[in-house]
């Protein structure tokens, strides 16, 4: 599976972005896909995860009311929708796949176990 994450850039505090992942092959039947970022000196953290019905998701905390994380199996796409950004947001969002049939999606919130990673996009949000 290679996935291209897509959809960063600059953007002022209070405003939104829409980040796309488009999986080469078919995720829908036994993928969970994640979000995770990783800011210049800190390590990657969990952001957002979908489980492959899309049925279920769970967030991290510091994102949660504020961004949605969706997909669309026929298209082999996730995406990640943010608003009301802040500069704290500033990182590269990574995505990725992790093989399972479970559709607890608030189990894998650890970068452990995820199979496959996208390149990352810079989303950078100016005070």
């Known amino acids: 599976v290679q996935l291209q994450a897509s959809g960063g850039g600059l953007v002022q505090a209070g405003g939104s972005l829409r980040l796309s992942c488009a999986a080469s092959?078919?995720?829908?039947?036994?993928?969970?896909m994640g979000w995770f970022r990783q800011a210049p000196g800190k390590e990657r953290e969990f952001v957002a995860v979908i489980s492959w019905s899309g049925g279920n998701t769970y967030y991290a905390d510091s994102v949660k009311g504020r961004f949605s994380i969706s997909r669309d199996n026929a298209e082999n796409t996730v995406y990640l929708q943010m608003s009301s950004l802040k500069p704290e947001d500033t990182a590269v969002y990574s995505c990725?796949?992790?093989?399972?049939?479970?559709?607890?999606?608030?189990?894998?919130?650890?970068?452990?176990?995820?199979?496959?990673w996208g390149q990352g996009t810079q989303v950078t949000v100016s005070s």
């Open positions: 092959t078919r995720t829908s039947s036994r993928y969970i």
């Open positions: 990725a796949a992790r093989p399972t049939y479970s559709s607890a999606a608030y189990l894998y919130t650890s970068p452990v176990g995820y199979a496959y």
